[in-house]
């Protein structure tokens, strides 16, 4: 078992999934990994804010993370994260997405909303995609944290 994974219970993190919708990784990344993405979103910081207020006007994104480092494909293919979605996701998923977010002050909040509203089965149902959101930096209610309700 390589360093990621031992001592990692991945059925004990989707048990909490499936009794309150979310999870928590502790100490997902190490030092060292910060600092590679902060690295690799370094040279794209400052170009792109978001093109309406679902996005956030003063909300910075950087999209298609995994074209850009490649701390961000090996992100993607984390153990621990992978072992999380073969519970749940169908043989053969894909990544939709990778991105960066960085909500800067005075941006309104968005709406509660799911990330996967755009299907359209009905719930309650399985799940048929999944959001997994590593905090580069603390978040806080003046940062703009995410807000998760179980």
């Not at 999209?63 to 992978?82: N, S, W």
């Not at 941006?107 to 997994?132: C, L, N, W």
């Not at 580069?136 to 998760?148: H, K, M, S």
């Amino acid at each position: 078992m390589d360093k990621p994974t031992a001592g990692f219970d991945a059925d004990a993190h989707a048990a909490e999934i499936r009794a309150q919708g979310f999870t928590v990784i502790r100490d997902f990344m190490d030092a060292a990994t910060l600092q590679a993405v902060r690295d690799g979103l370094a040279p794209y910081m400052g170009q792109h804010h978001g093109r309406n207020a679902f996005e956030g006007f003063s909300t910075e994104r950087i999209y298609t993370l995994v074209a850009r480092a490649k701390v961000f494909e090996g992100l993607t293919e984390e153990p621990r994260i992978l072992a999380l979605l073969d519970r749940f996701l169908q043989p053969g998923y894909l990544l939709t997405a990778s991105q960066s977010i960085q909500i800067l002050p005075g941006e309104a909040a968005q709406d509660i909303h799911t990330d996967d509203g755009f299907y359209r089965q009905k719930r309650p149902r399985p799940p048929i995609s999944m959001t997994v959101i590593a905090a580069v930096d603390a978040f806080t209610a003046e940062n703009g944290a995410t807000e998760v309700i179980p």
